[in-house]
């Protein structure tokens, strides 16, 4: 069983928050107009809103199945477990390619 974080967590700055707060990073225009217009406020949309909800809800789900692990023991101490040496070998050879293709990109 292959088994990867399918997910990549958000950054936790937005994309250009630096160069909104670094008055440096942006063109003098802007730094003129930033200055003369202190009450501007900003909306990201719902969508950054429903963007954290998830993060926040993907980060405090379990990345493993305790009663799964369980069982797997119980059926190890009693003997009733048996590995598929095919596929355990199959799905090894489909990481190995996995892992070839994302060395080359």
Known sequence: MKIEKT??????????????????????????????????SVHL???TAQLRSMETSIASTPLVDIHKVAEIKQAISEGRFQ???????????DTVRDLITASKH
Not at 8 to 37: F, V, W
Not at 83 to 93: C, Y
Request: charged share 10%; glycine share 10%; no cysteine.
């Open 7 to 40: 997910s990549k967590p958000l950054p936790t700055s937005p994309i250009g928050e630096a160069t909104a707060r670094n008055p440096a990073a942006r063109p003098a225009s802007t730094q003129t107009s930033a200055i003369g217009n202190s009450g501007t």
């Open 45 to 47: 949309g719902s969508t």
């Open 83 to 93: 590995v598929n040496s095919g596929v355990v070998a199959d799905r090894l050879i």
